[in-house]
Structure formats: structure tokens, C-alpha cells
């Protein structure tokens, strides 16, 4: 939840990339490593249970088309995961919006001991530095997950 706040609180700070950087907003708000930091926070969070914090990862309304009941019980037996981020590239800008690809491998093992592995990726947004723009939408978020089950080795 801390870290959640701190990454909030950098991008607000950020909004003027010409500033210098900011002591304790590593890395950098506005960079890709920023974004993949939402995708490794958020499995911490999952992996805490603290679901609170996992459903801001979505952005204010968590993710679309899912109620807060139905996600945390999407993780009912989950035991704990594990994700790792492969090679990041430039995303891709539009409407006032950067749009950056994190691809994933996602382990998880099961309360019952069973293994899963997913692969794919998160597309993770922030606005552009958009006049107006609120702290939230300056913030990187999870706009759209694209896993599917592999078989576990």
C-alpha cells in the first residue's frame, strides 16, 4: 500500500518532466520501468492479499467489468504467485494517452498444491500530461490483461 502511494505521489510531482527528478520516485514516473512496476505491485499485493490494493492497479474502478466480490474471489485459492516481466519495448501513444505492453509469465500454485502458469501481457495506461489531468489518471494503471494457461513444466 505504501509503495501504491508513493507511485501516486510521484506522478503528481511528475506532471513537469522538465523538473528535476524527484528524491524517492525511482524509477522515474513517466517511464516504462514505471510501468512494469505496476504489474510486479500488483502480484505483491495479490500475493499479500491485500486486494485492495491490487483492484487500484485497475485504476479507481478496478477492472472492467468485474465487481470487488467476484475479483477477490478470483483468487480465493490462490496461494501465491510469482510474475516475471520479459523484455520491455516503447509503447505507443494516443488520444492523450501512453499505452506500454508488459509481457508476463505468471506462476501460481494453488492452496491445494496444484501448479498454473499463464503467459501474455498487460497493456498499462497513463494520461499524457494532459492539462486538467487528475493525479489518478496521470498515474500508470492496468487497462487490459491478455493471459492464457500454458503447461507447467
Not at 506462476?107 to 492539462?131: A, K, P, T
Request: with cysteine.
Amino acid at each position: 500500500m505504501i509503495e501504491d502511494e508513493i507511485a501516486r505521489s510521484c506522478a503528481l510531482i511528475d506532471r513537469d518532466r522538465n523538473n528535476p527528478p524527484t528524491p524517492g520516485c525511482s524509477p522515474a514516473p513517466h517511464s516504462i520501468d514505471a510501468a512494469a512496476a505496476v504489474v510486479k505491485r500488483y502480484y505483491s499485493a495479490i500475493n499479500a492479499r491485500d486486494f485492495s490494493t491490487a483492484w487500484s492497479q485497475w485504476g479507481e474502478d478496478g477492472p472492467p467489468g468485474q465487481t470487488r466480490g467476484r475479483f477477490e474471489a478470483g483468487f480465493g485459492l490462490t496461494q501465491s504467485t510469482h510474475v516475471t516481466i520479459s523484455r520491455l519495448t516503447p509503447g505507443d501513444a494516443g488520444a492523450g494517452s501512453l499505452y506500454q505492453p508488459v509481457p508476463v509469465t505468471v506462476d501460481s500454485q494453488l492452496v491445494d498444491g496444484r501448479r498454473q502458469r499463464f503467459v501474455g501481457e498487460y497493456i498499462v495506461r497513463r494520461v499524457n500530461g494532459v492539462d486538467g489531468a487528475t493525479p489518478a489518471q496521470l498515474r500508470w494503471h492496468i487497462d487490459s490483461a491478455r493471459l492464457k494457461p500454458v503447461p507447467v513444466e
